[in-house]
């Protein structure tokens, strides 16, 4: 799987939107961009991915650039409980057996929203 | 559906005892996984199973560890012996291959796992 950077650290106001950053330039053509939350004592969760187009859901937006080589997700408005670890990771997407593709957790950019 | 269930959520064990963390993934699911989370290594795959068959234990960190699926609603992870540096938490995951996110995982809660 193709590694991903993300800045350490971010700080967001509450009510702001949050942009968070990700580069993924060794990305492949079958690579999706997957973004997981890690709330502070809990699991992962699943937020959003994307292969080539812009995505929305009811959690986030995913820009992915052109020459898909960094994306970027964004919460429109941040809240206090958006307040967590985010990881962006790139890997293959609905495979099968022995092919499928394996989250390969960073350390992702802990995101943090203030009042 | 509940989720992901894990249990214990906490366990606290002597050097040298064995531990058996157990894992409910969410009805239907077909892929099972097994992460384990260090302030030091991050989060971990360790080992997936697809359809109750080990895909992928390249994860484990050596023969203490050993991980069974007897039937698609559970799953172990067994550390025999546990020794103080297997201090972590581990989560468990499933996500099934006909979801409409395109193979989502879900996690557990997760069972912190501390060996004196």
């Known amino acids: 799987d193709a590694k991903t950077t993300q800045p350490p650290s971010m700080d967001c106001a509450e009510g702001r939107a949050a942009n968070l950053p990700c580069n993924h330039s060794?990305?492949?053509?079958?690579?999706?961009v997957y973004w997981y939350r890690q709330i502070h004592s809990q699991g992962p969760q699943y937020i959003i991915h994307?292969?080539?187009n812009n995505e929305t859901n009811e959690m986030a937006s995913l820009i992915i650039t052109e020459d898909r080589k960094s994306s970027t997700l964004i919460l429109p408005h941040a809240t206090l409980r958006d307040t967590a670890v985010y990881y962006c990771?790139?890997?293959?997407?609905?495979?099968?057996?022995?092919?499928?593709?394996?989250?390969?957790f960073g350390q992702g950019t802990i995101l943090t929203v203030h009042p | 559906d509940a989720g992901v269930i894990q249990s214990p959520r906490h366990e606290v064990t002597e050097m040298g005892q064995e531990v058996t963390l157990r894992c409910k993934p969410i009805?239907?699911?077909?892929?099972l996984f097994w992460y384990r989370q260090t302030m030091m290594r991050g989060l971990e795959l360790l080992i997936y199973?697809?359809?109750?068959?080990?895909?992928?234990d390249s994860g484990m960190p050596e023969d203490r560890f050993s991980a069974k699926m007897p039937n698609a609603s559970f799953s172990t992870l067994k550390i025999q012996p546990s020794e103080p540096r297997d201090s972590a938490v581990y989560f468990c995951?499933?996500?099934?291959?006909?979801?409409?996110?395109?193979?989502?995982?879900?996690f557990g809660p997760g069972t912190r796992l501390t060996v004196l």
């Open positions: 995951a499933s996500s099934s291959t006909r979801d409409r996110w395109g193979n989502e995982q879900f």
């Open positions: 060794t990305i492949s053509g079958n690579e999706y």
């Open positions: 994307g292969l080539k």
């Open positions: 990771i790139v890997r293959v997407a609905r495979t099968g057996g022995t092919s499928y593709g394996k989250l390969t």
């Open positions: 009805s239907g699911h077909d892929y």
């Open positions: 199973f697809n359809n109750n068959v080990p895909i992928d």
